[in-house]
């Protein structure tokens, strides 16, 4: 299968970047190095071109019923310029994927998605459209997103918009101008913990808007950030990452998604999560600090004292910030609880880490 290339590709390959496949697309990875990348958005702030993910735009009477239906969280409590995180339920007990709700009005939201899951998402929304009177339109080959992100954001985008970033609250978001351009989705949302925003554009204008934002951040040290670094900063956060530690034979409630999980609305899958909560699970995906030297990844096993096998590593990294092993991992239920001591099996040696609540670097 051959990779789509995001609209702006060309902007990347002047920059340096080294490009990589990912979801299905060619996508910078790195322009620089992943720690200064890393540190730029933690201190400072970066630019993202995230123009991979996807967007669904449903339209009609019946849009927030069919949301309601098939994703877990309760969307009837949105409000106009309000975002939502919540996940599509397979009906198996496992997860067709995360994703963002946006309330544009009544009648309109936008569905922000995995990239590597746009055309399974829209298949499985669309299969449970035929019953509620709405209009779904993909809009992820129209638009591009770009990510500003760190405590400078503000600071670097304000001059673009008459929009009050500063007192904009978190997960919500405002069409308004930007950039020259008029009804710009300027959103207070982010996959880093560092702060900042995210601005979705047409195609036609994303090349002036990623100019105008690199030109109005220069003053503030903006610089391009890659694929590397968003993984990283997610890390620290906690923050899950579909097809590493949330899939569709993972359970939500074992995933700690059941905070996103609202039995007020009837939805795929509700009544089985429903006495999962009760009953209680067999394992739970919890964050790891190593206390040993060493750094996980994914897939390394997971044991206690006695090399006993208790889970597998989902997500792993060195954490930048904390100069320290991190991690996020499925381990049996009597080994989840923070403060417990697990062990990371790293080619036959045992080394020893802590069960910690996420997110591992506080905002």
Excluded at 93 to 121: C, F, H, P, T, W
Excluded at 211 to 230: D, F, Q, T
Excluded at 261 to 266: A, I, M, P
Aim: hydrophobic share 40%.
């Amino acid at each position: 299968m051959s990779l789509k290339q995001v609209p702006l590709h060309h902007i990347h390959q002047q920059l340096g970047a080294k490009i990589v496949p990912f979801a299905g697309f060619e996508m910078p990875v790195r322009y620089s190095s992943d720690l200064e990348e890393h540190n730029t958005v933690r201190n400072g702030v970066g630019i993202f071109d995230v123009s991979h993910m996807g967007e669904f735009i449903l339209k009609g009477e019946g849009a927030l019923a069919l949301i309601q239906r098939v994703s877990a969280n309760d969307a009837s409590v949105l409000f106009d310029g309000k975002v939502q995180y919540s996940y599509l339920p397979n009906g198996r007990g496992g997860i067709v994927d995360d994703l963002l709700v946006y309330r544009i009005n009544s009648l309109e939201y936008m569905l922000v998605v995995n990239a590597s899951n746009i055309e399974k998402d829209w298949n499985w929304i669309s299969q449970h459209a035929a019953d509620y009177e709405l209009t779904m339109v993909n809009v992820s080959d129209d638009m591009c997103l770009f990510a500003v992100q760190g405590p400078l954001a503000a600071k670097a985008l304000q001059s673009l918009t008459s929009a009050d970033l500063d007192s904009m609250d978190y997960y919500t978001f405002e069409k308004t101008d930007f950039a020259g351009y008029a009804n710009v989705i300027v959103s207070a949302t982010g996959y880093t913990g560092a702060g900042g925003f995210e601005i979705y554009v047409s195609n036609h204008q994303a090349e002036g808007v990623w100019n105008a934002i690199v030109e109005a951040g220069e003053p503030y040290g903006i610089k391009p950030i890659g694929l590397g670094a968003r993984d990283t900063l997610r890390l620290e956060m906690g923050y899950n990452l579909y097809g590493n530690d949330i899939t569709d034979e993972t359970s939500p409630i074992e995933a700690g998604l059941g905070w996103v999980t609202k039995f007020t609305h009837d939805f795929i899958d509700a009544d089985l999560l429903k006495q999962q909560k009760e009953q209680g699970v067999s394992q739970k995906l919890v964050g790891f600090e190593m206390i040993d030297r060493g750094i996980p990844r994914g897939h390394y096993e997971l044991t206690d004292a006695d090399g006993n096998h208790i889970g597998e590593v989902t997500s792993g990294t060195q954490s930048p910030t904390l100069s320290k092993g991190v991690g996020l991992g499925y381990v049996q239920t009597a080994f989840s609880k923070a403060g417990t001591e697990i062990f990371v099996k790293v080619r036959d040696r045992l080394l020893k880490a802590q069960v910690v609540k996420p997110p591992f670097v506080k905002k």
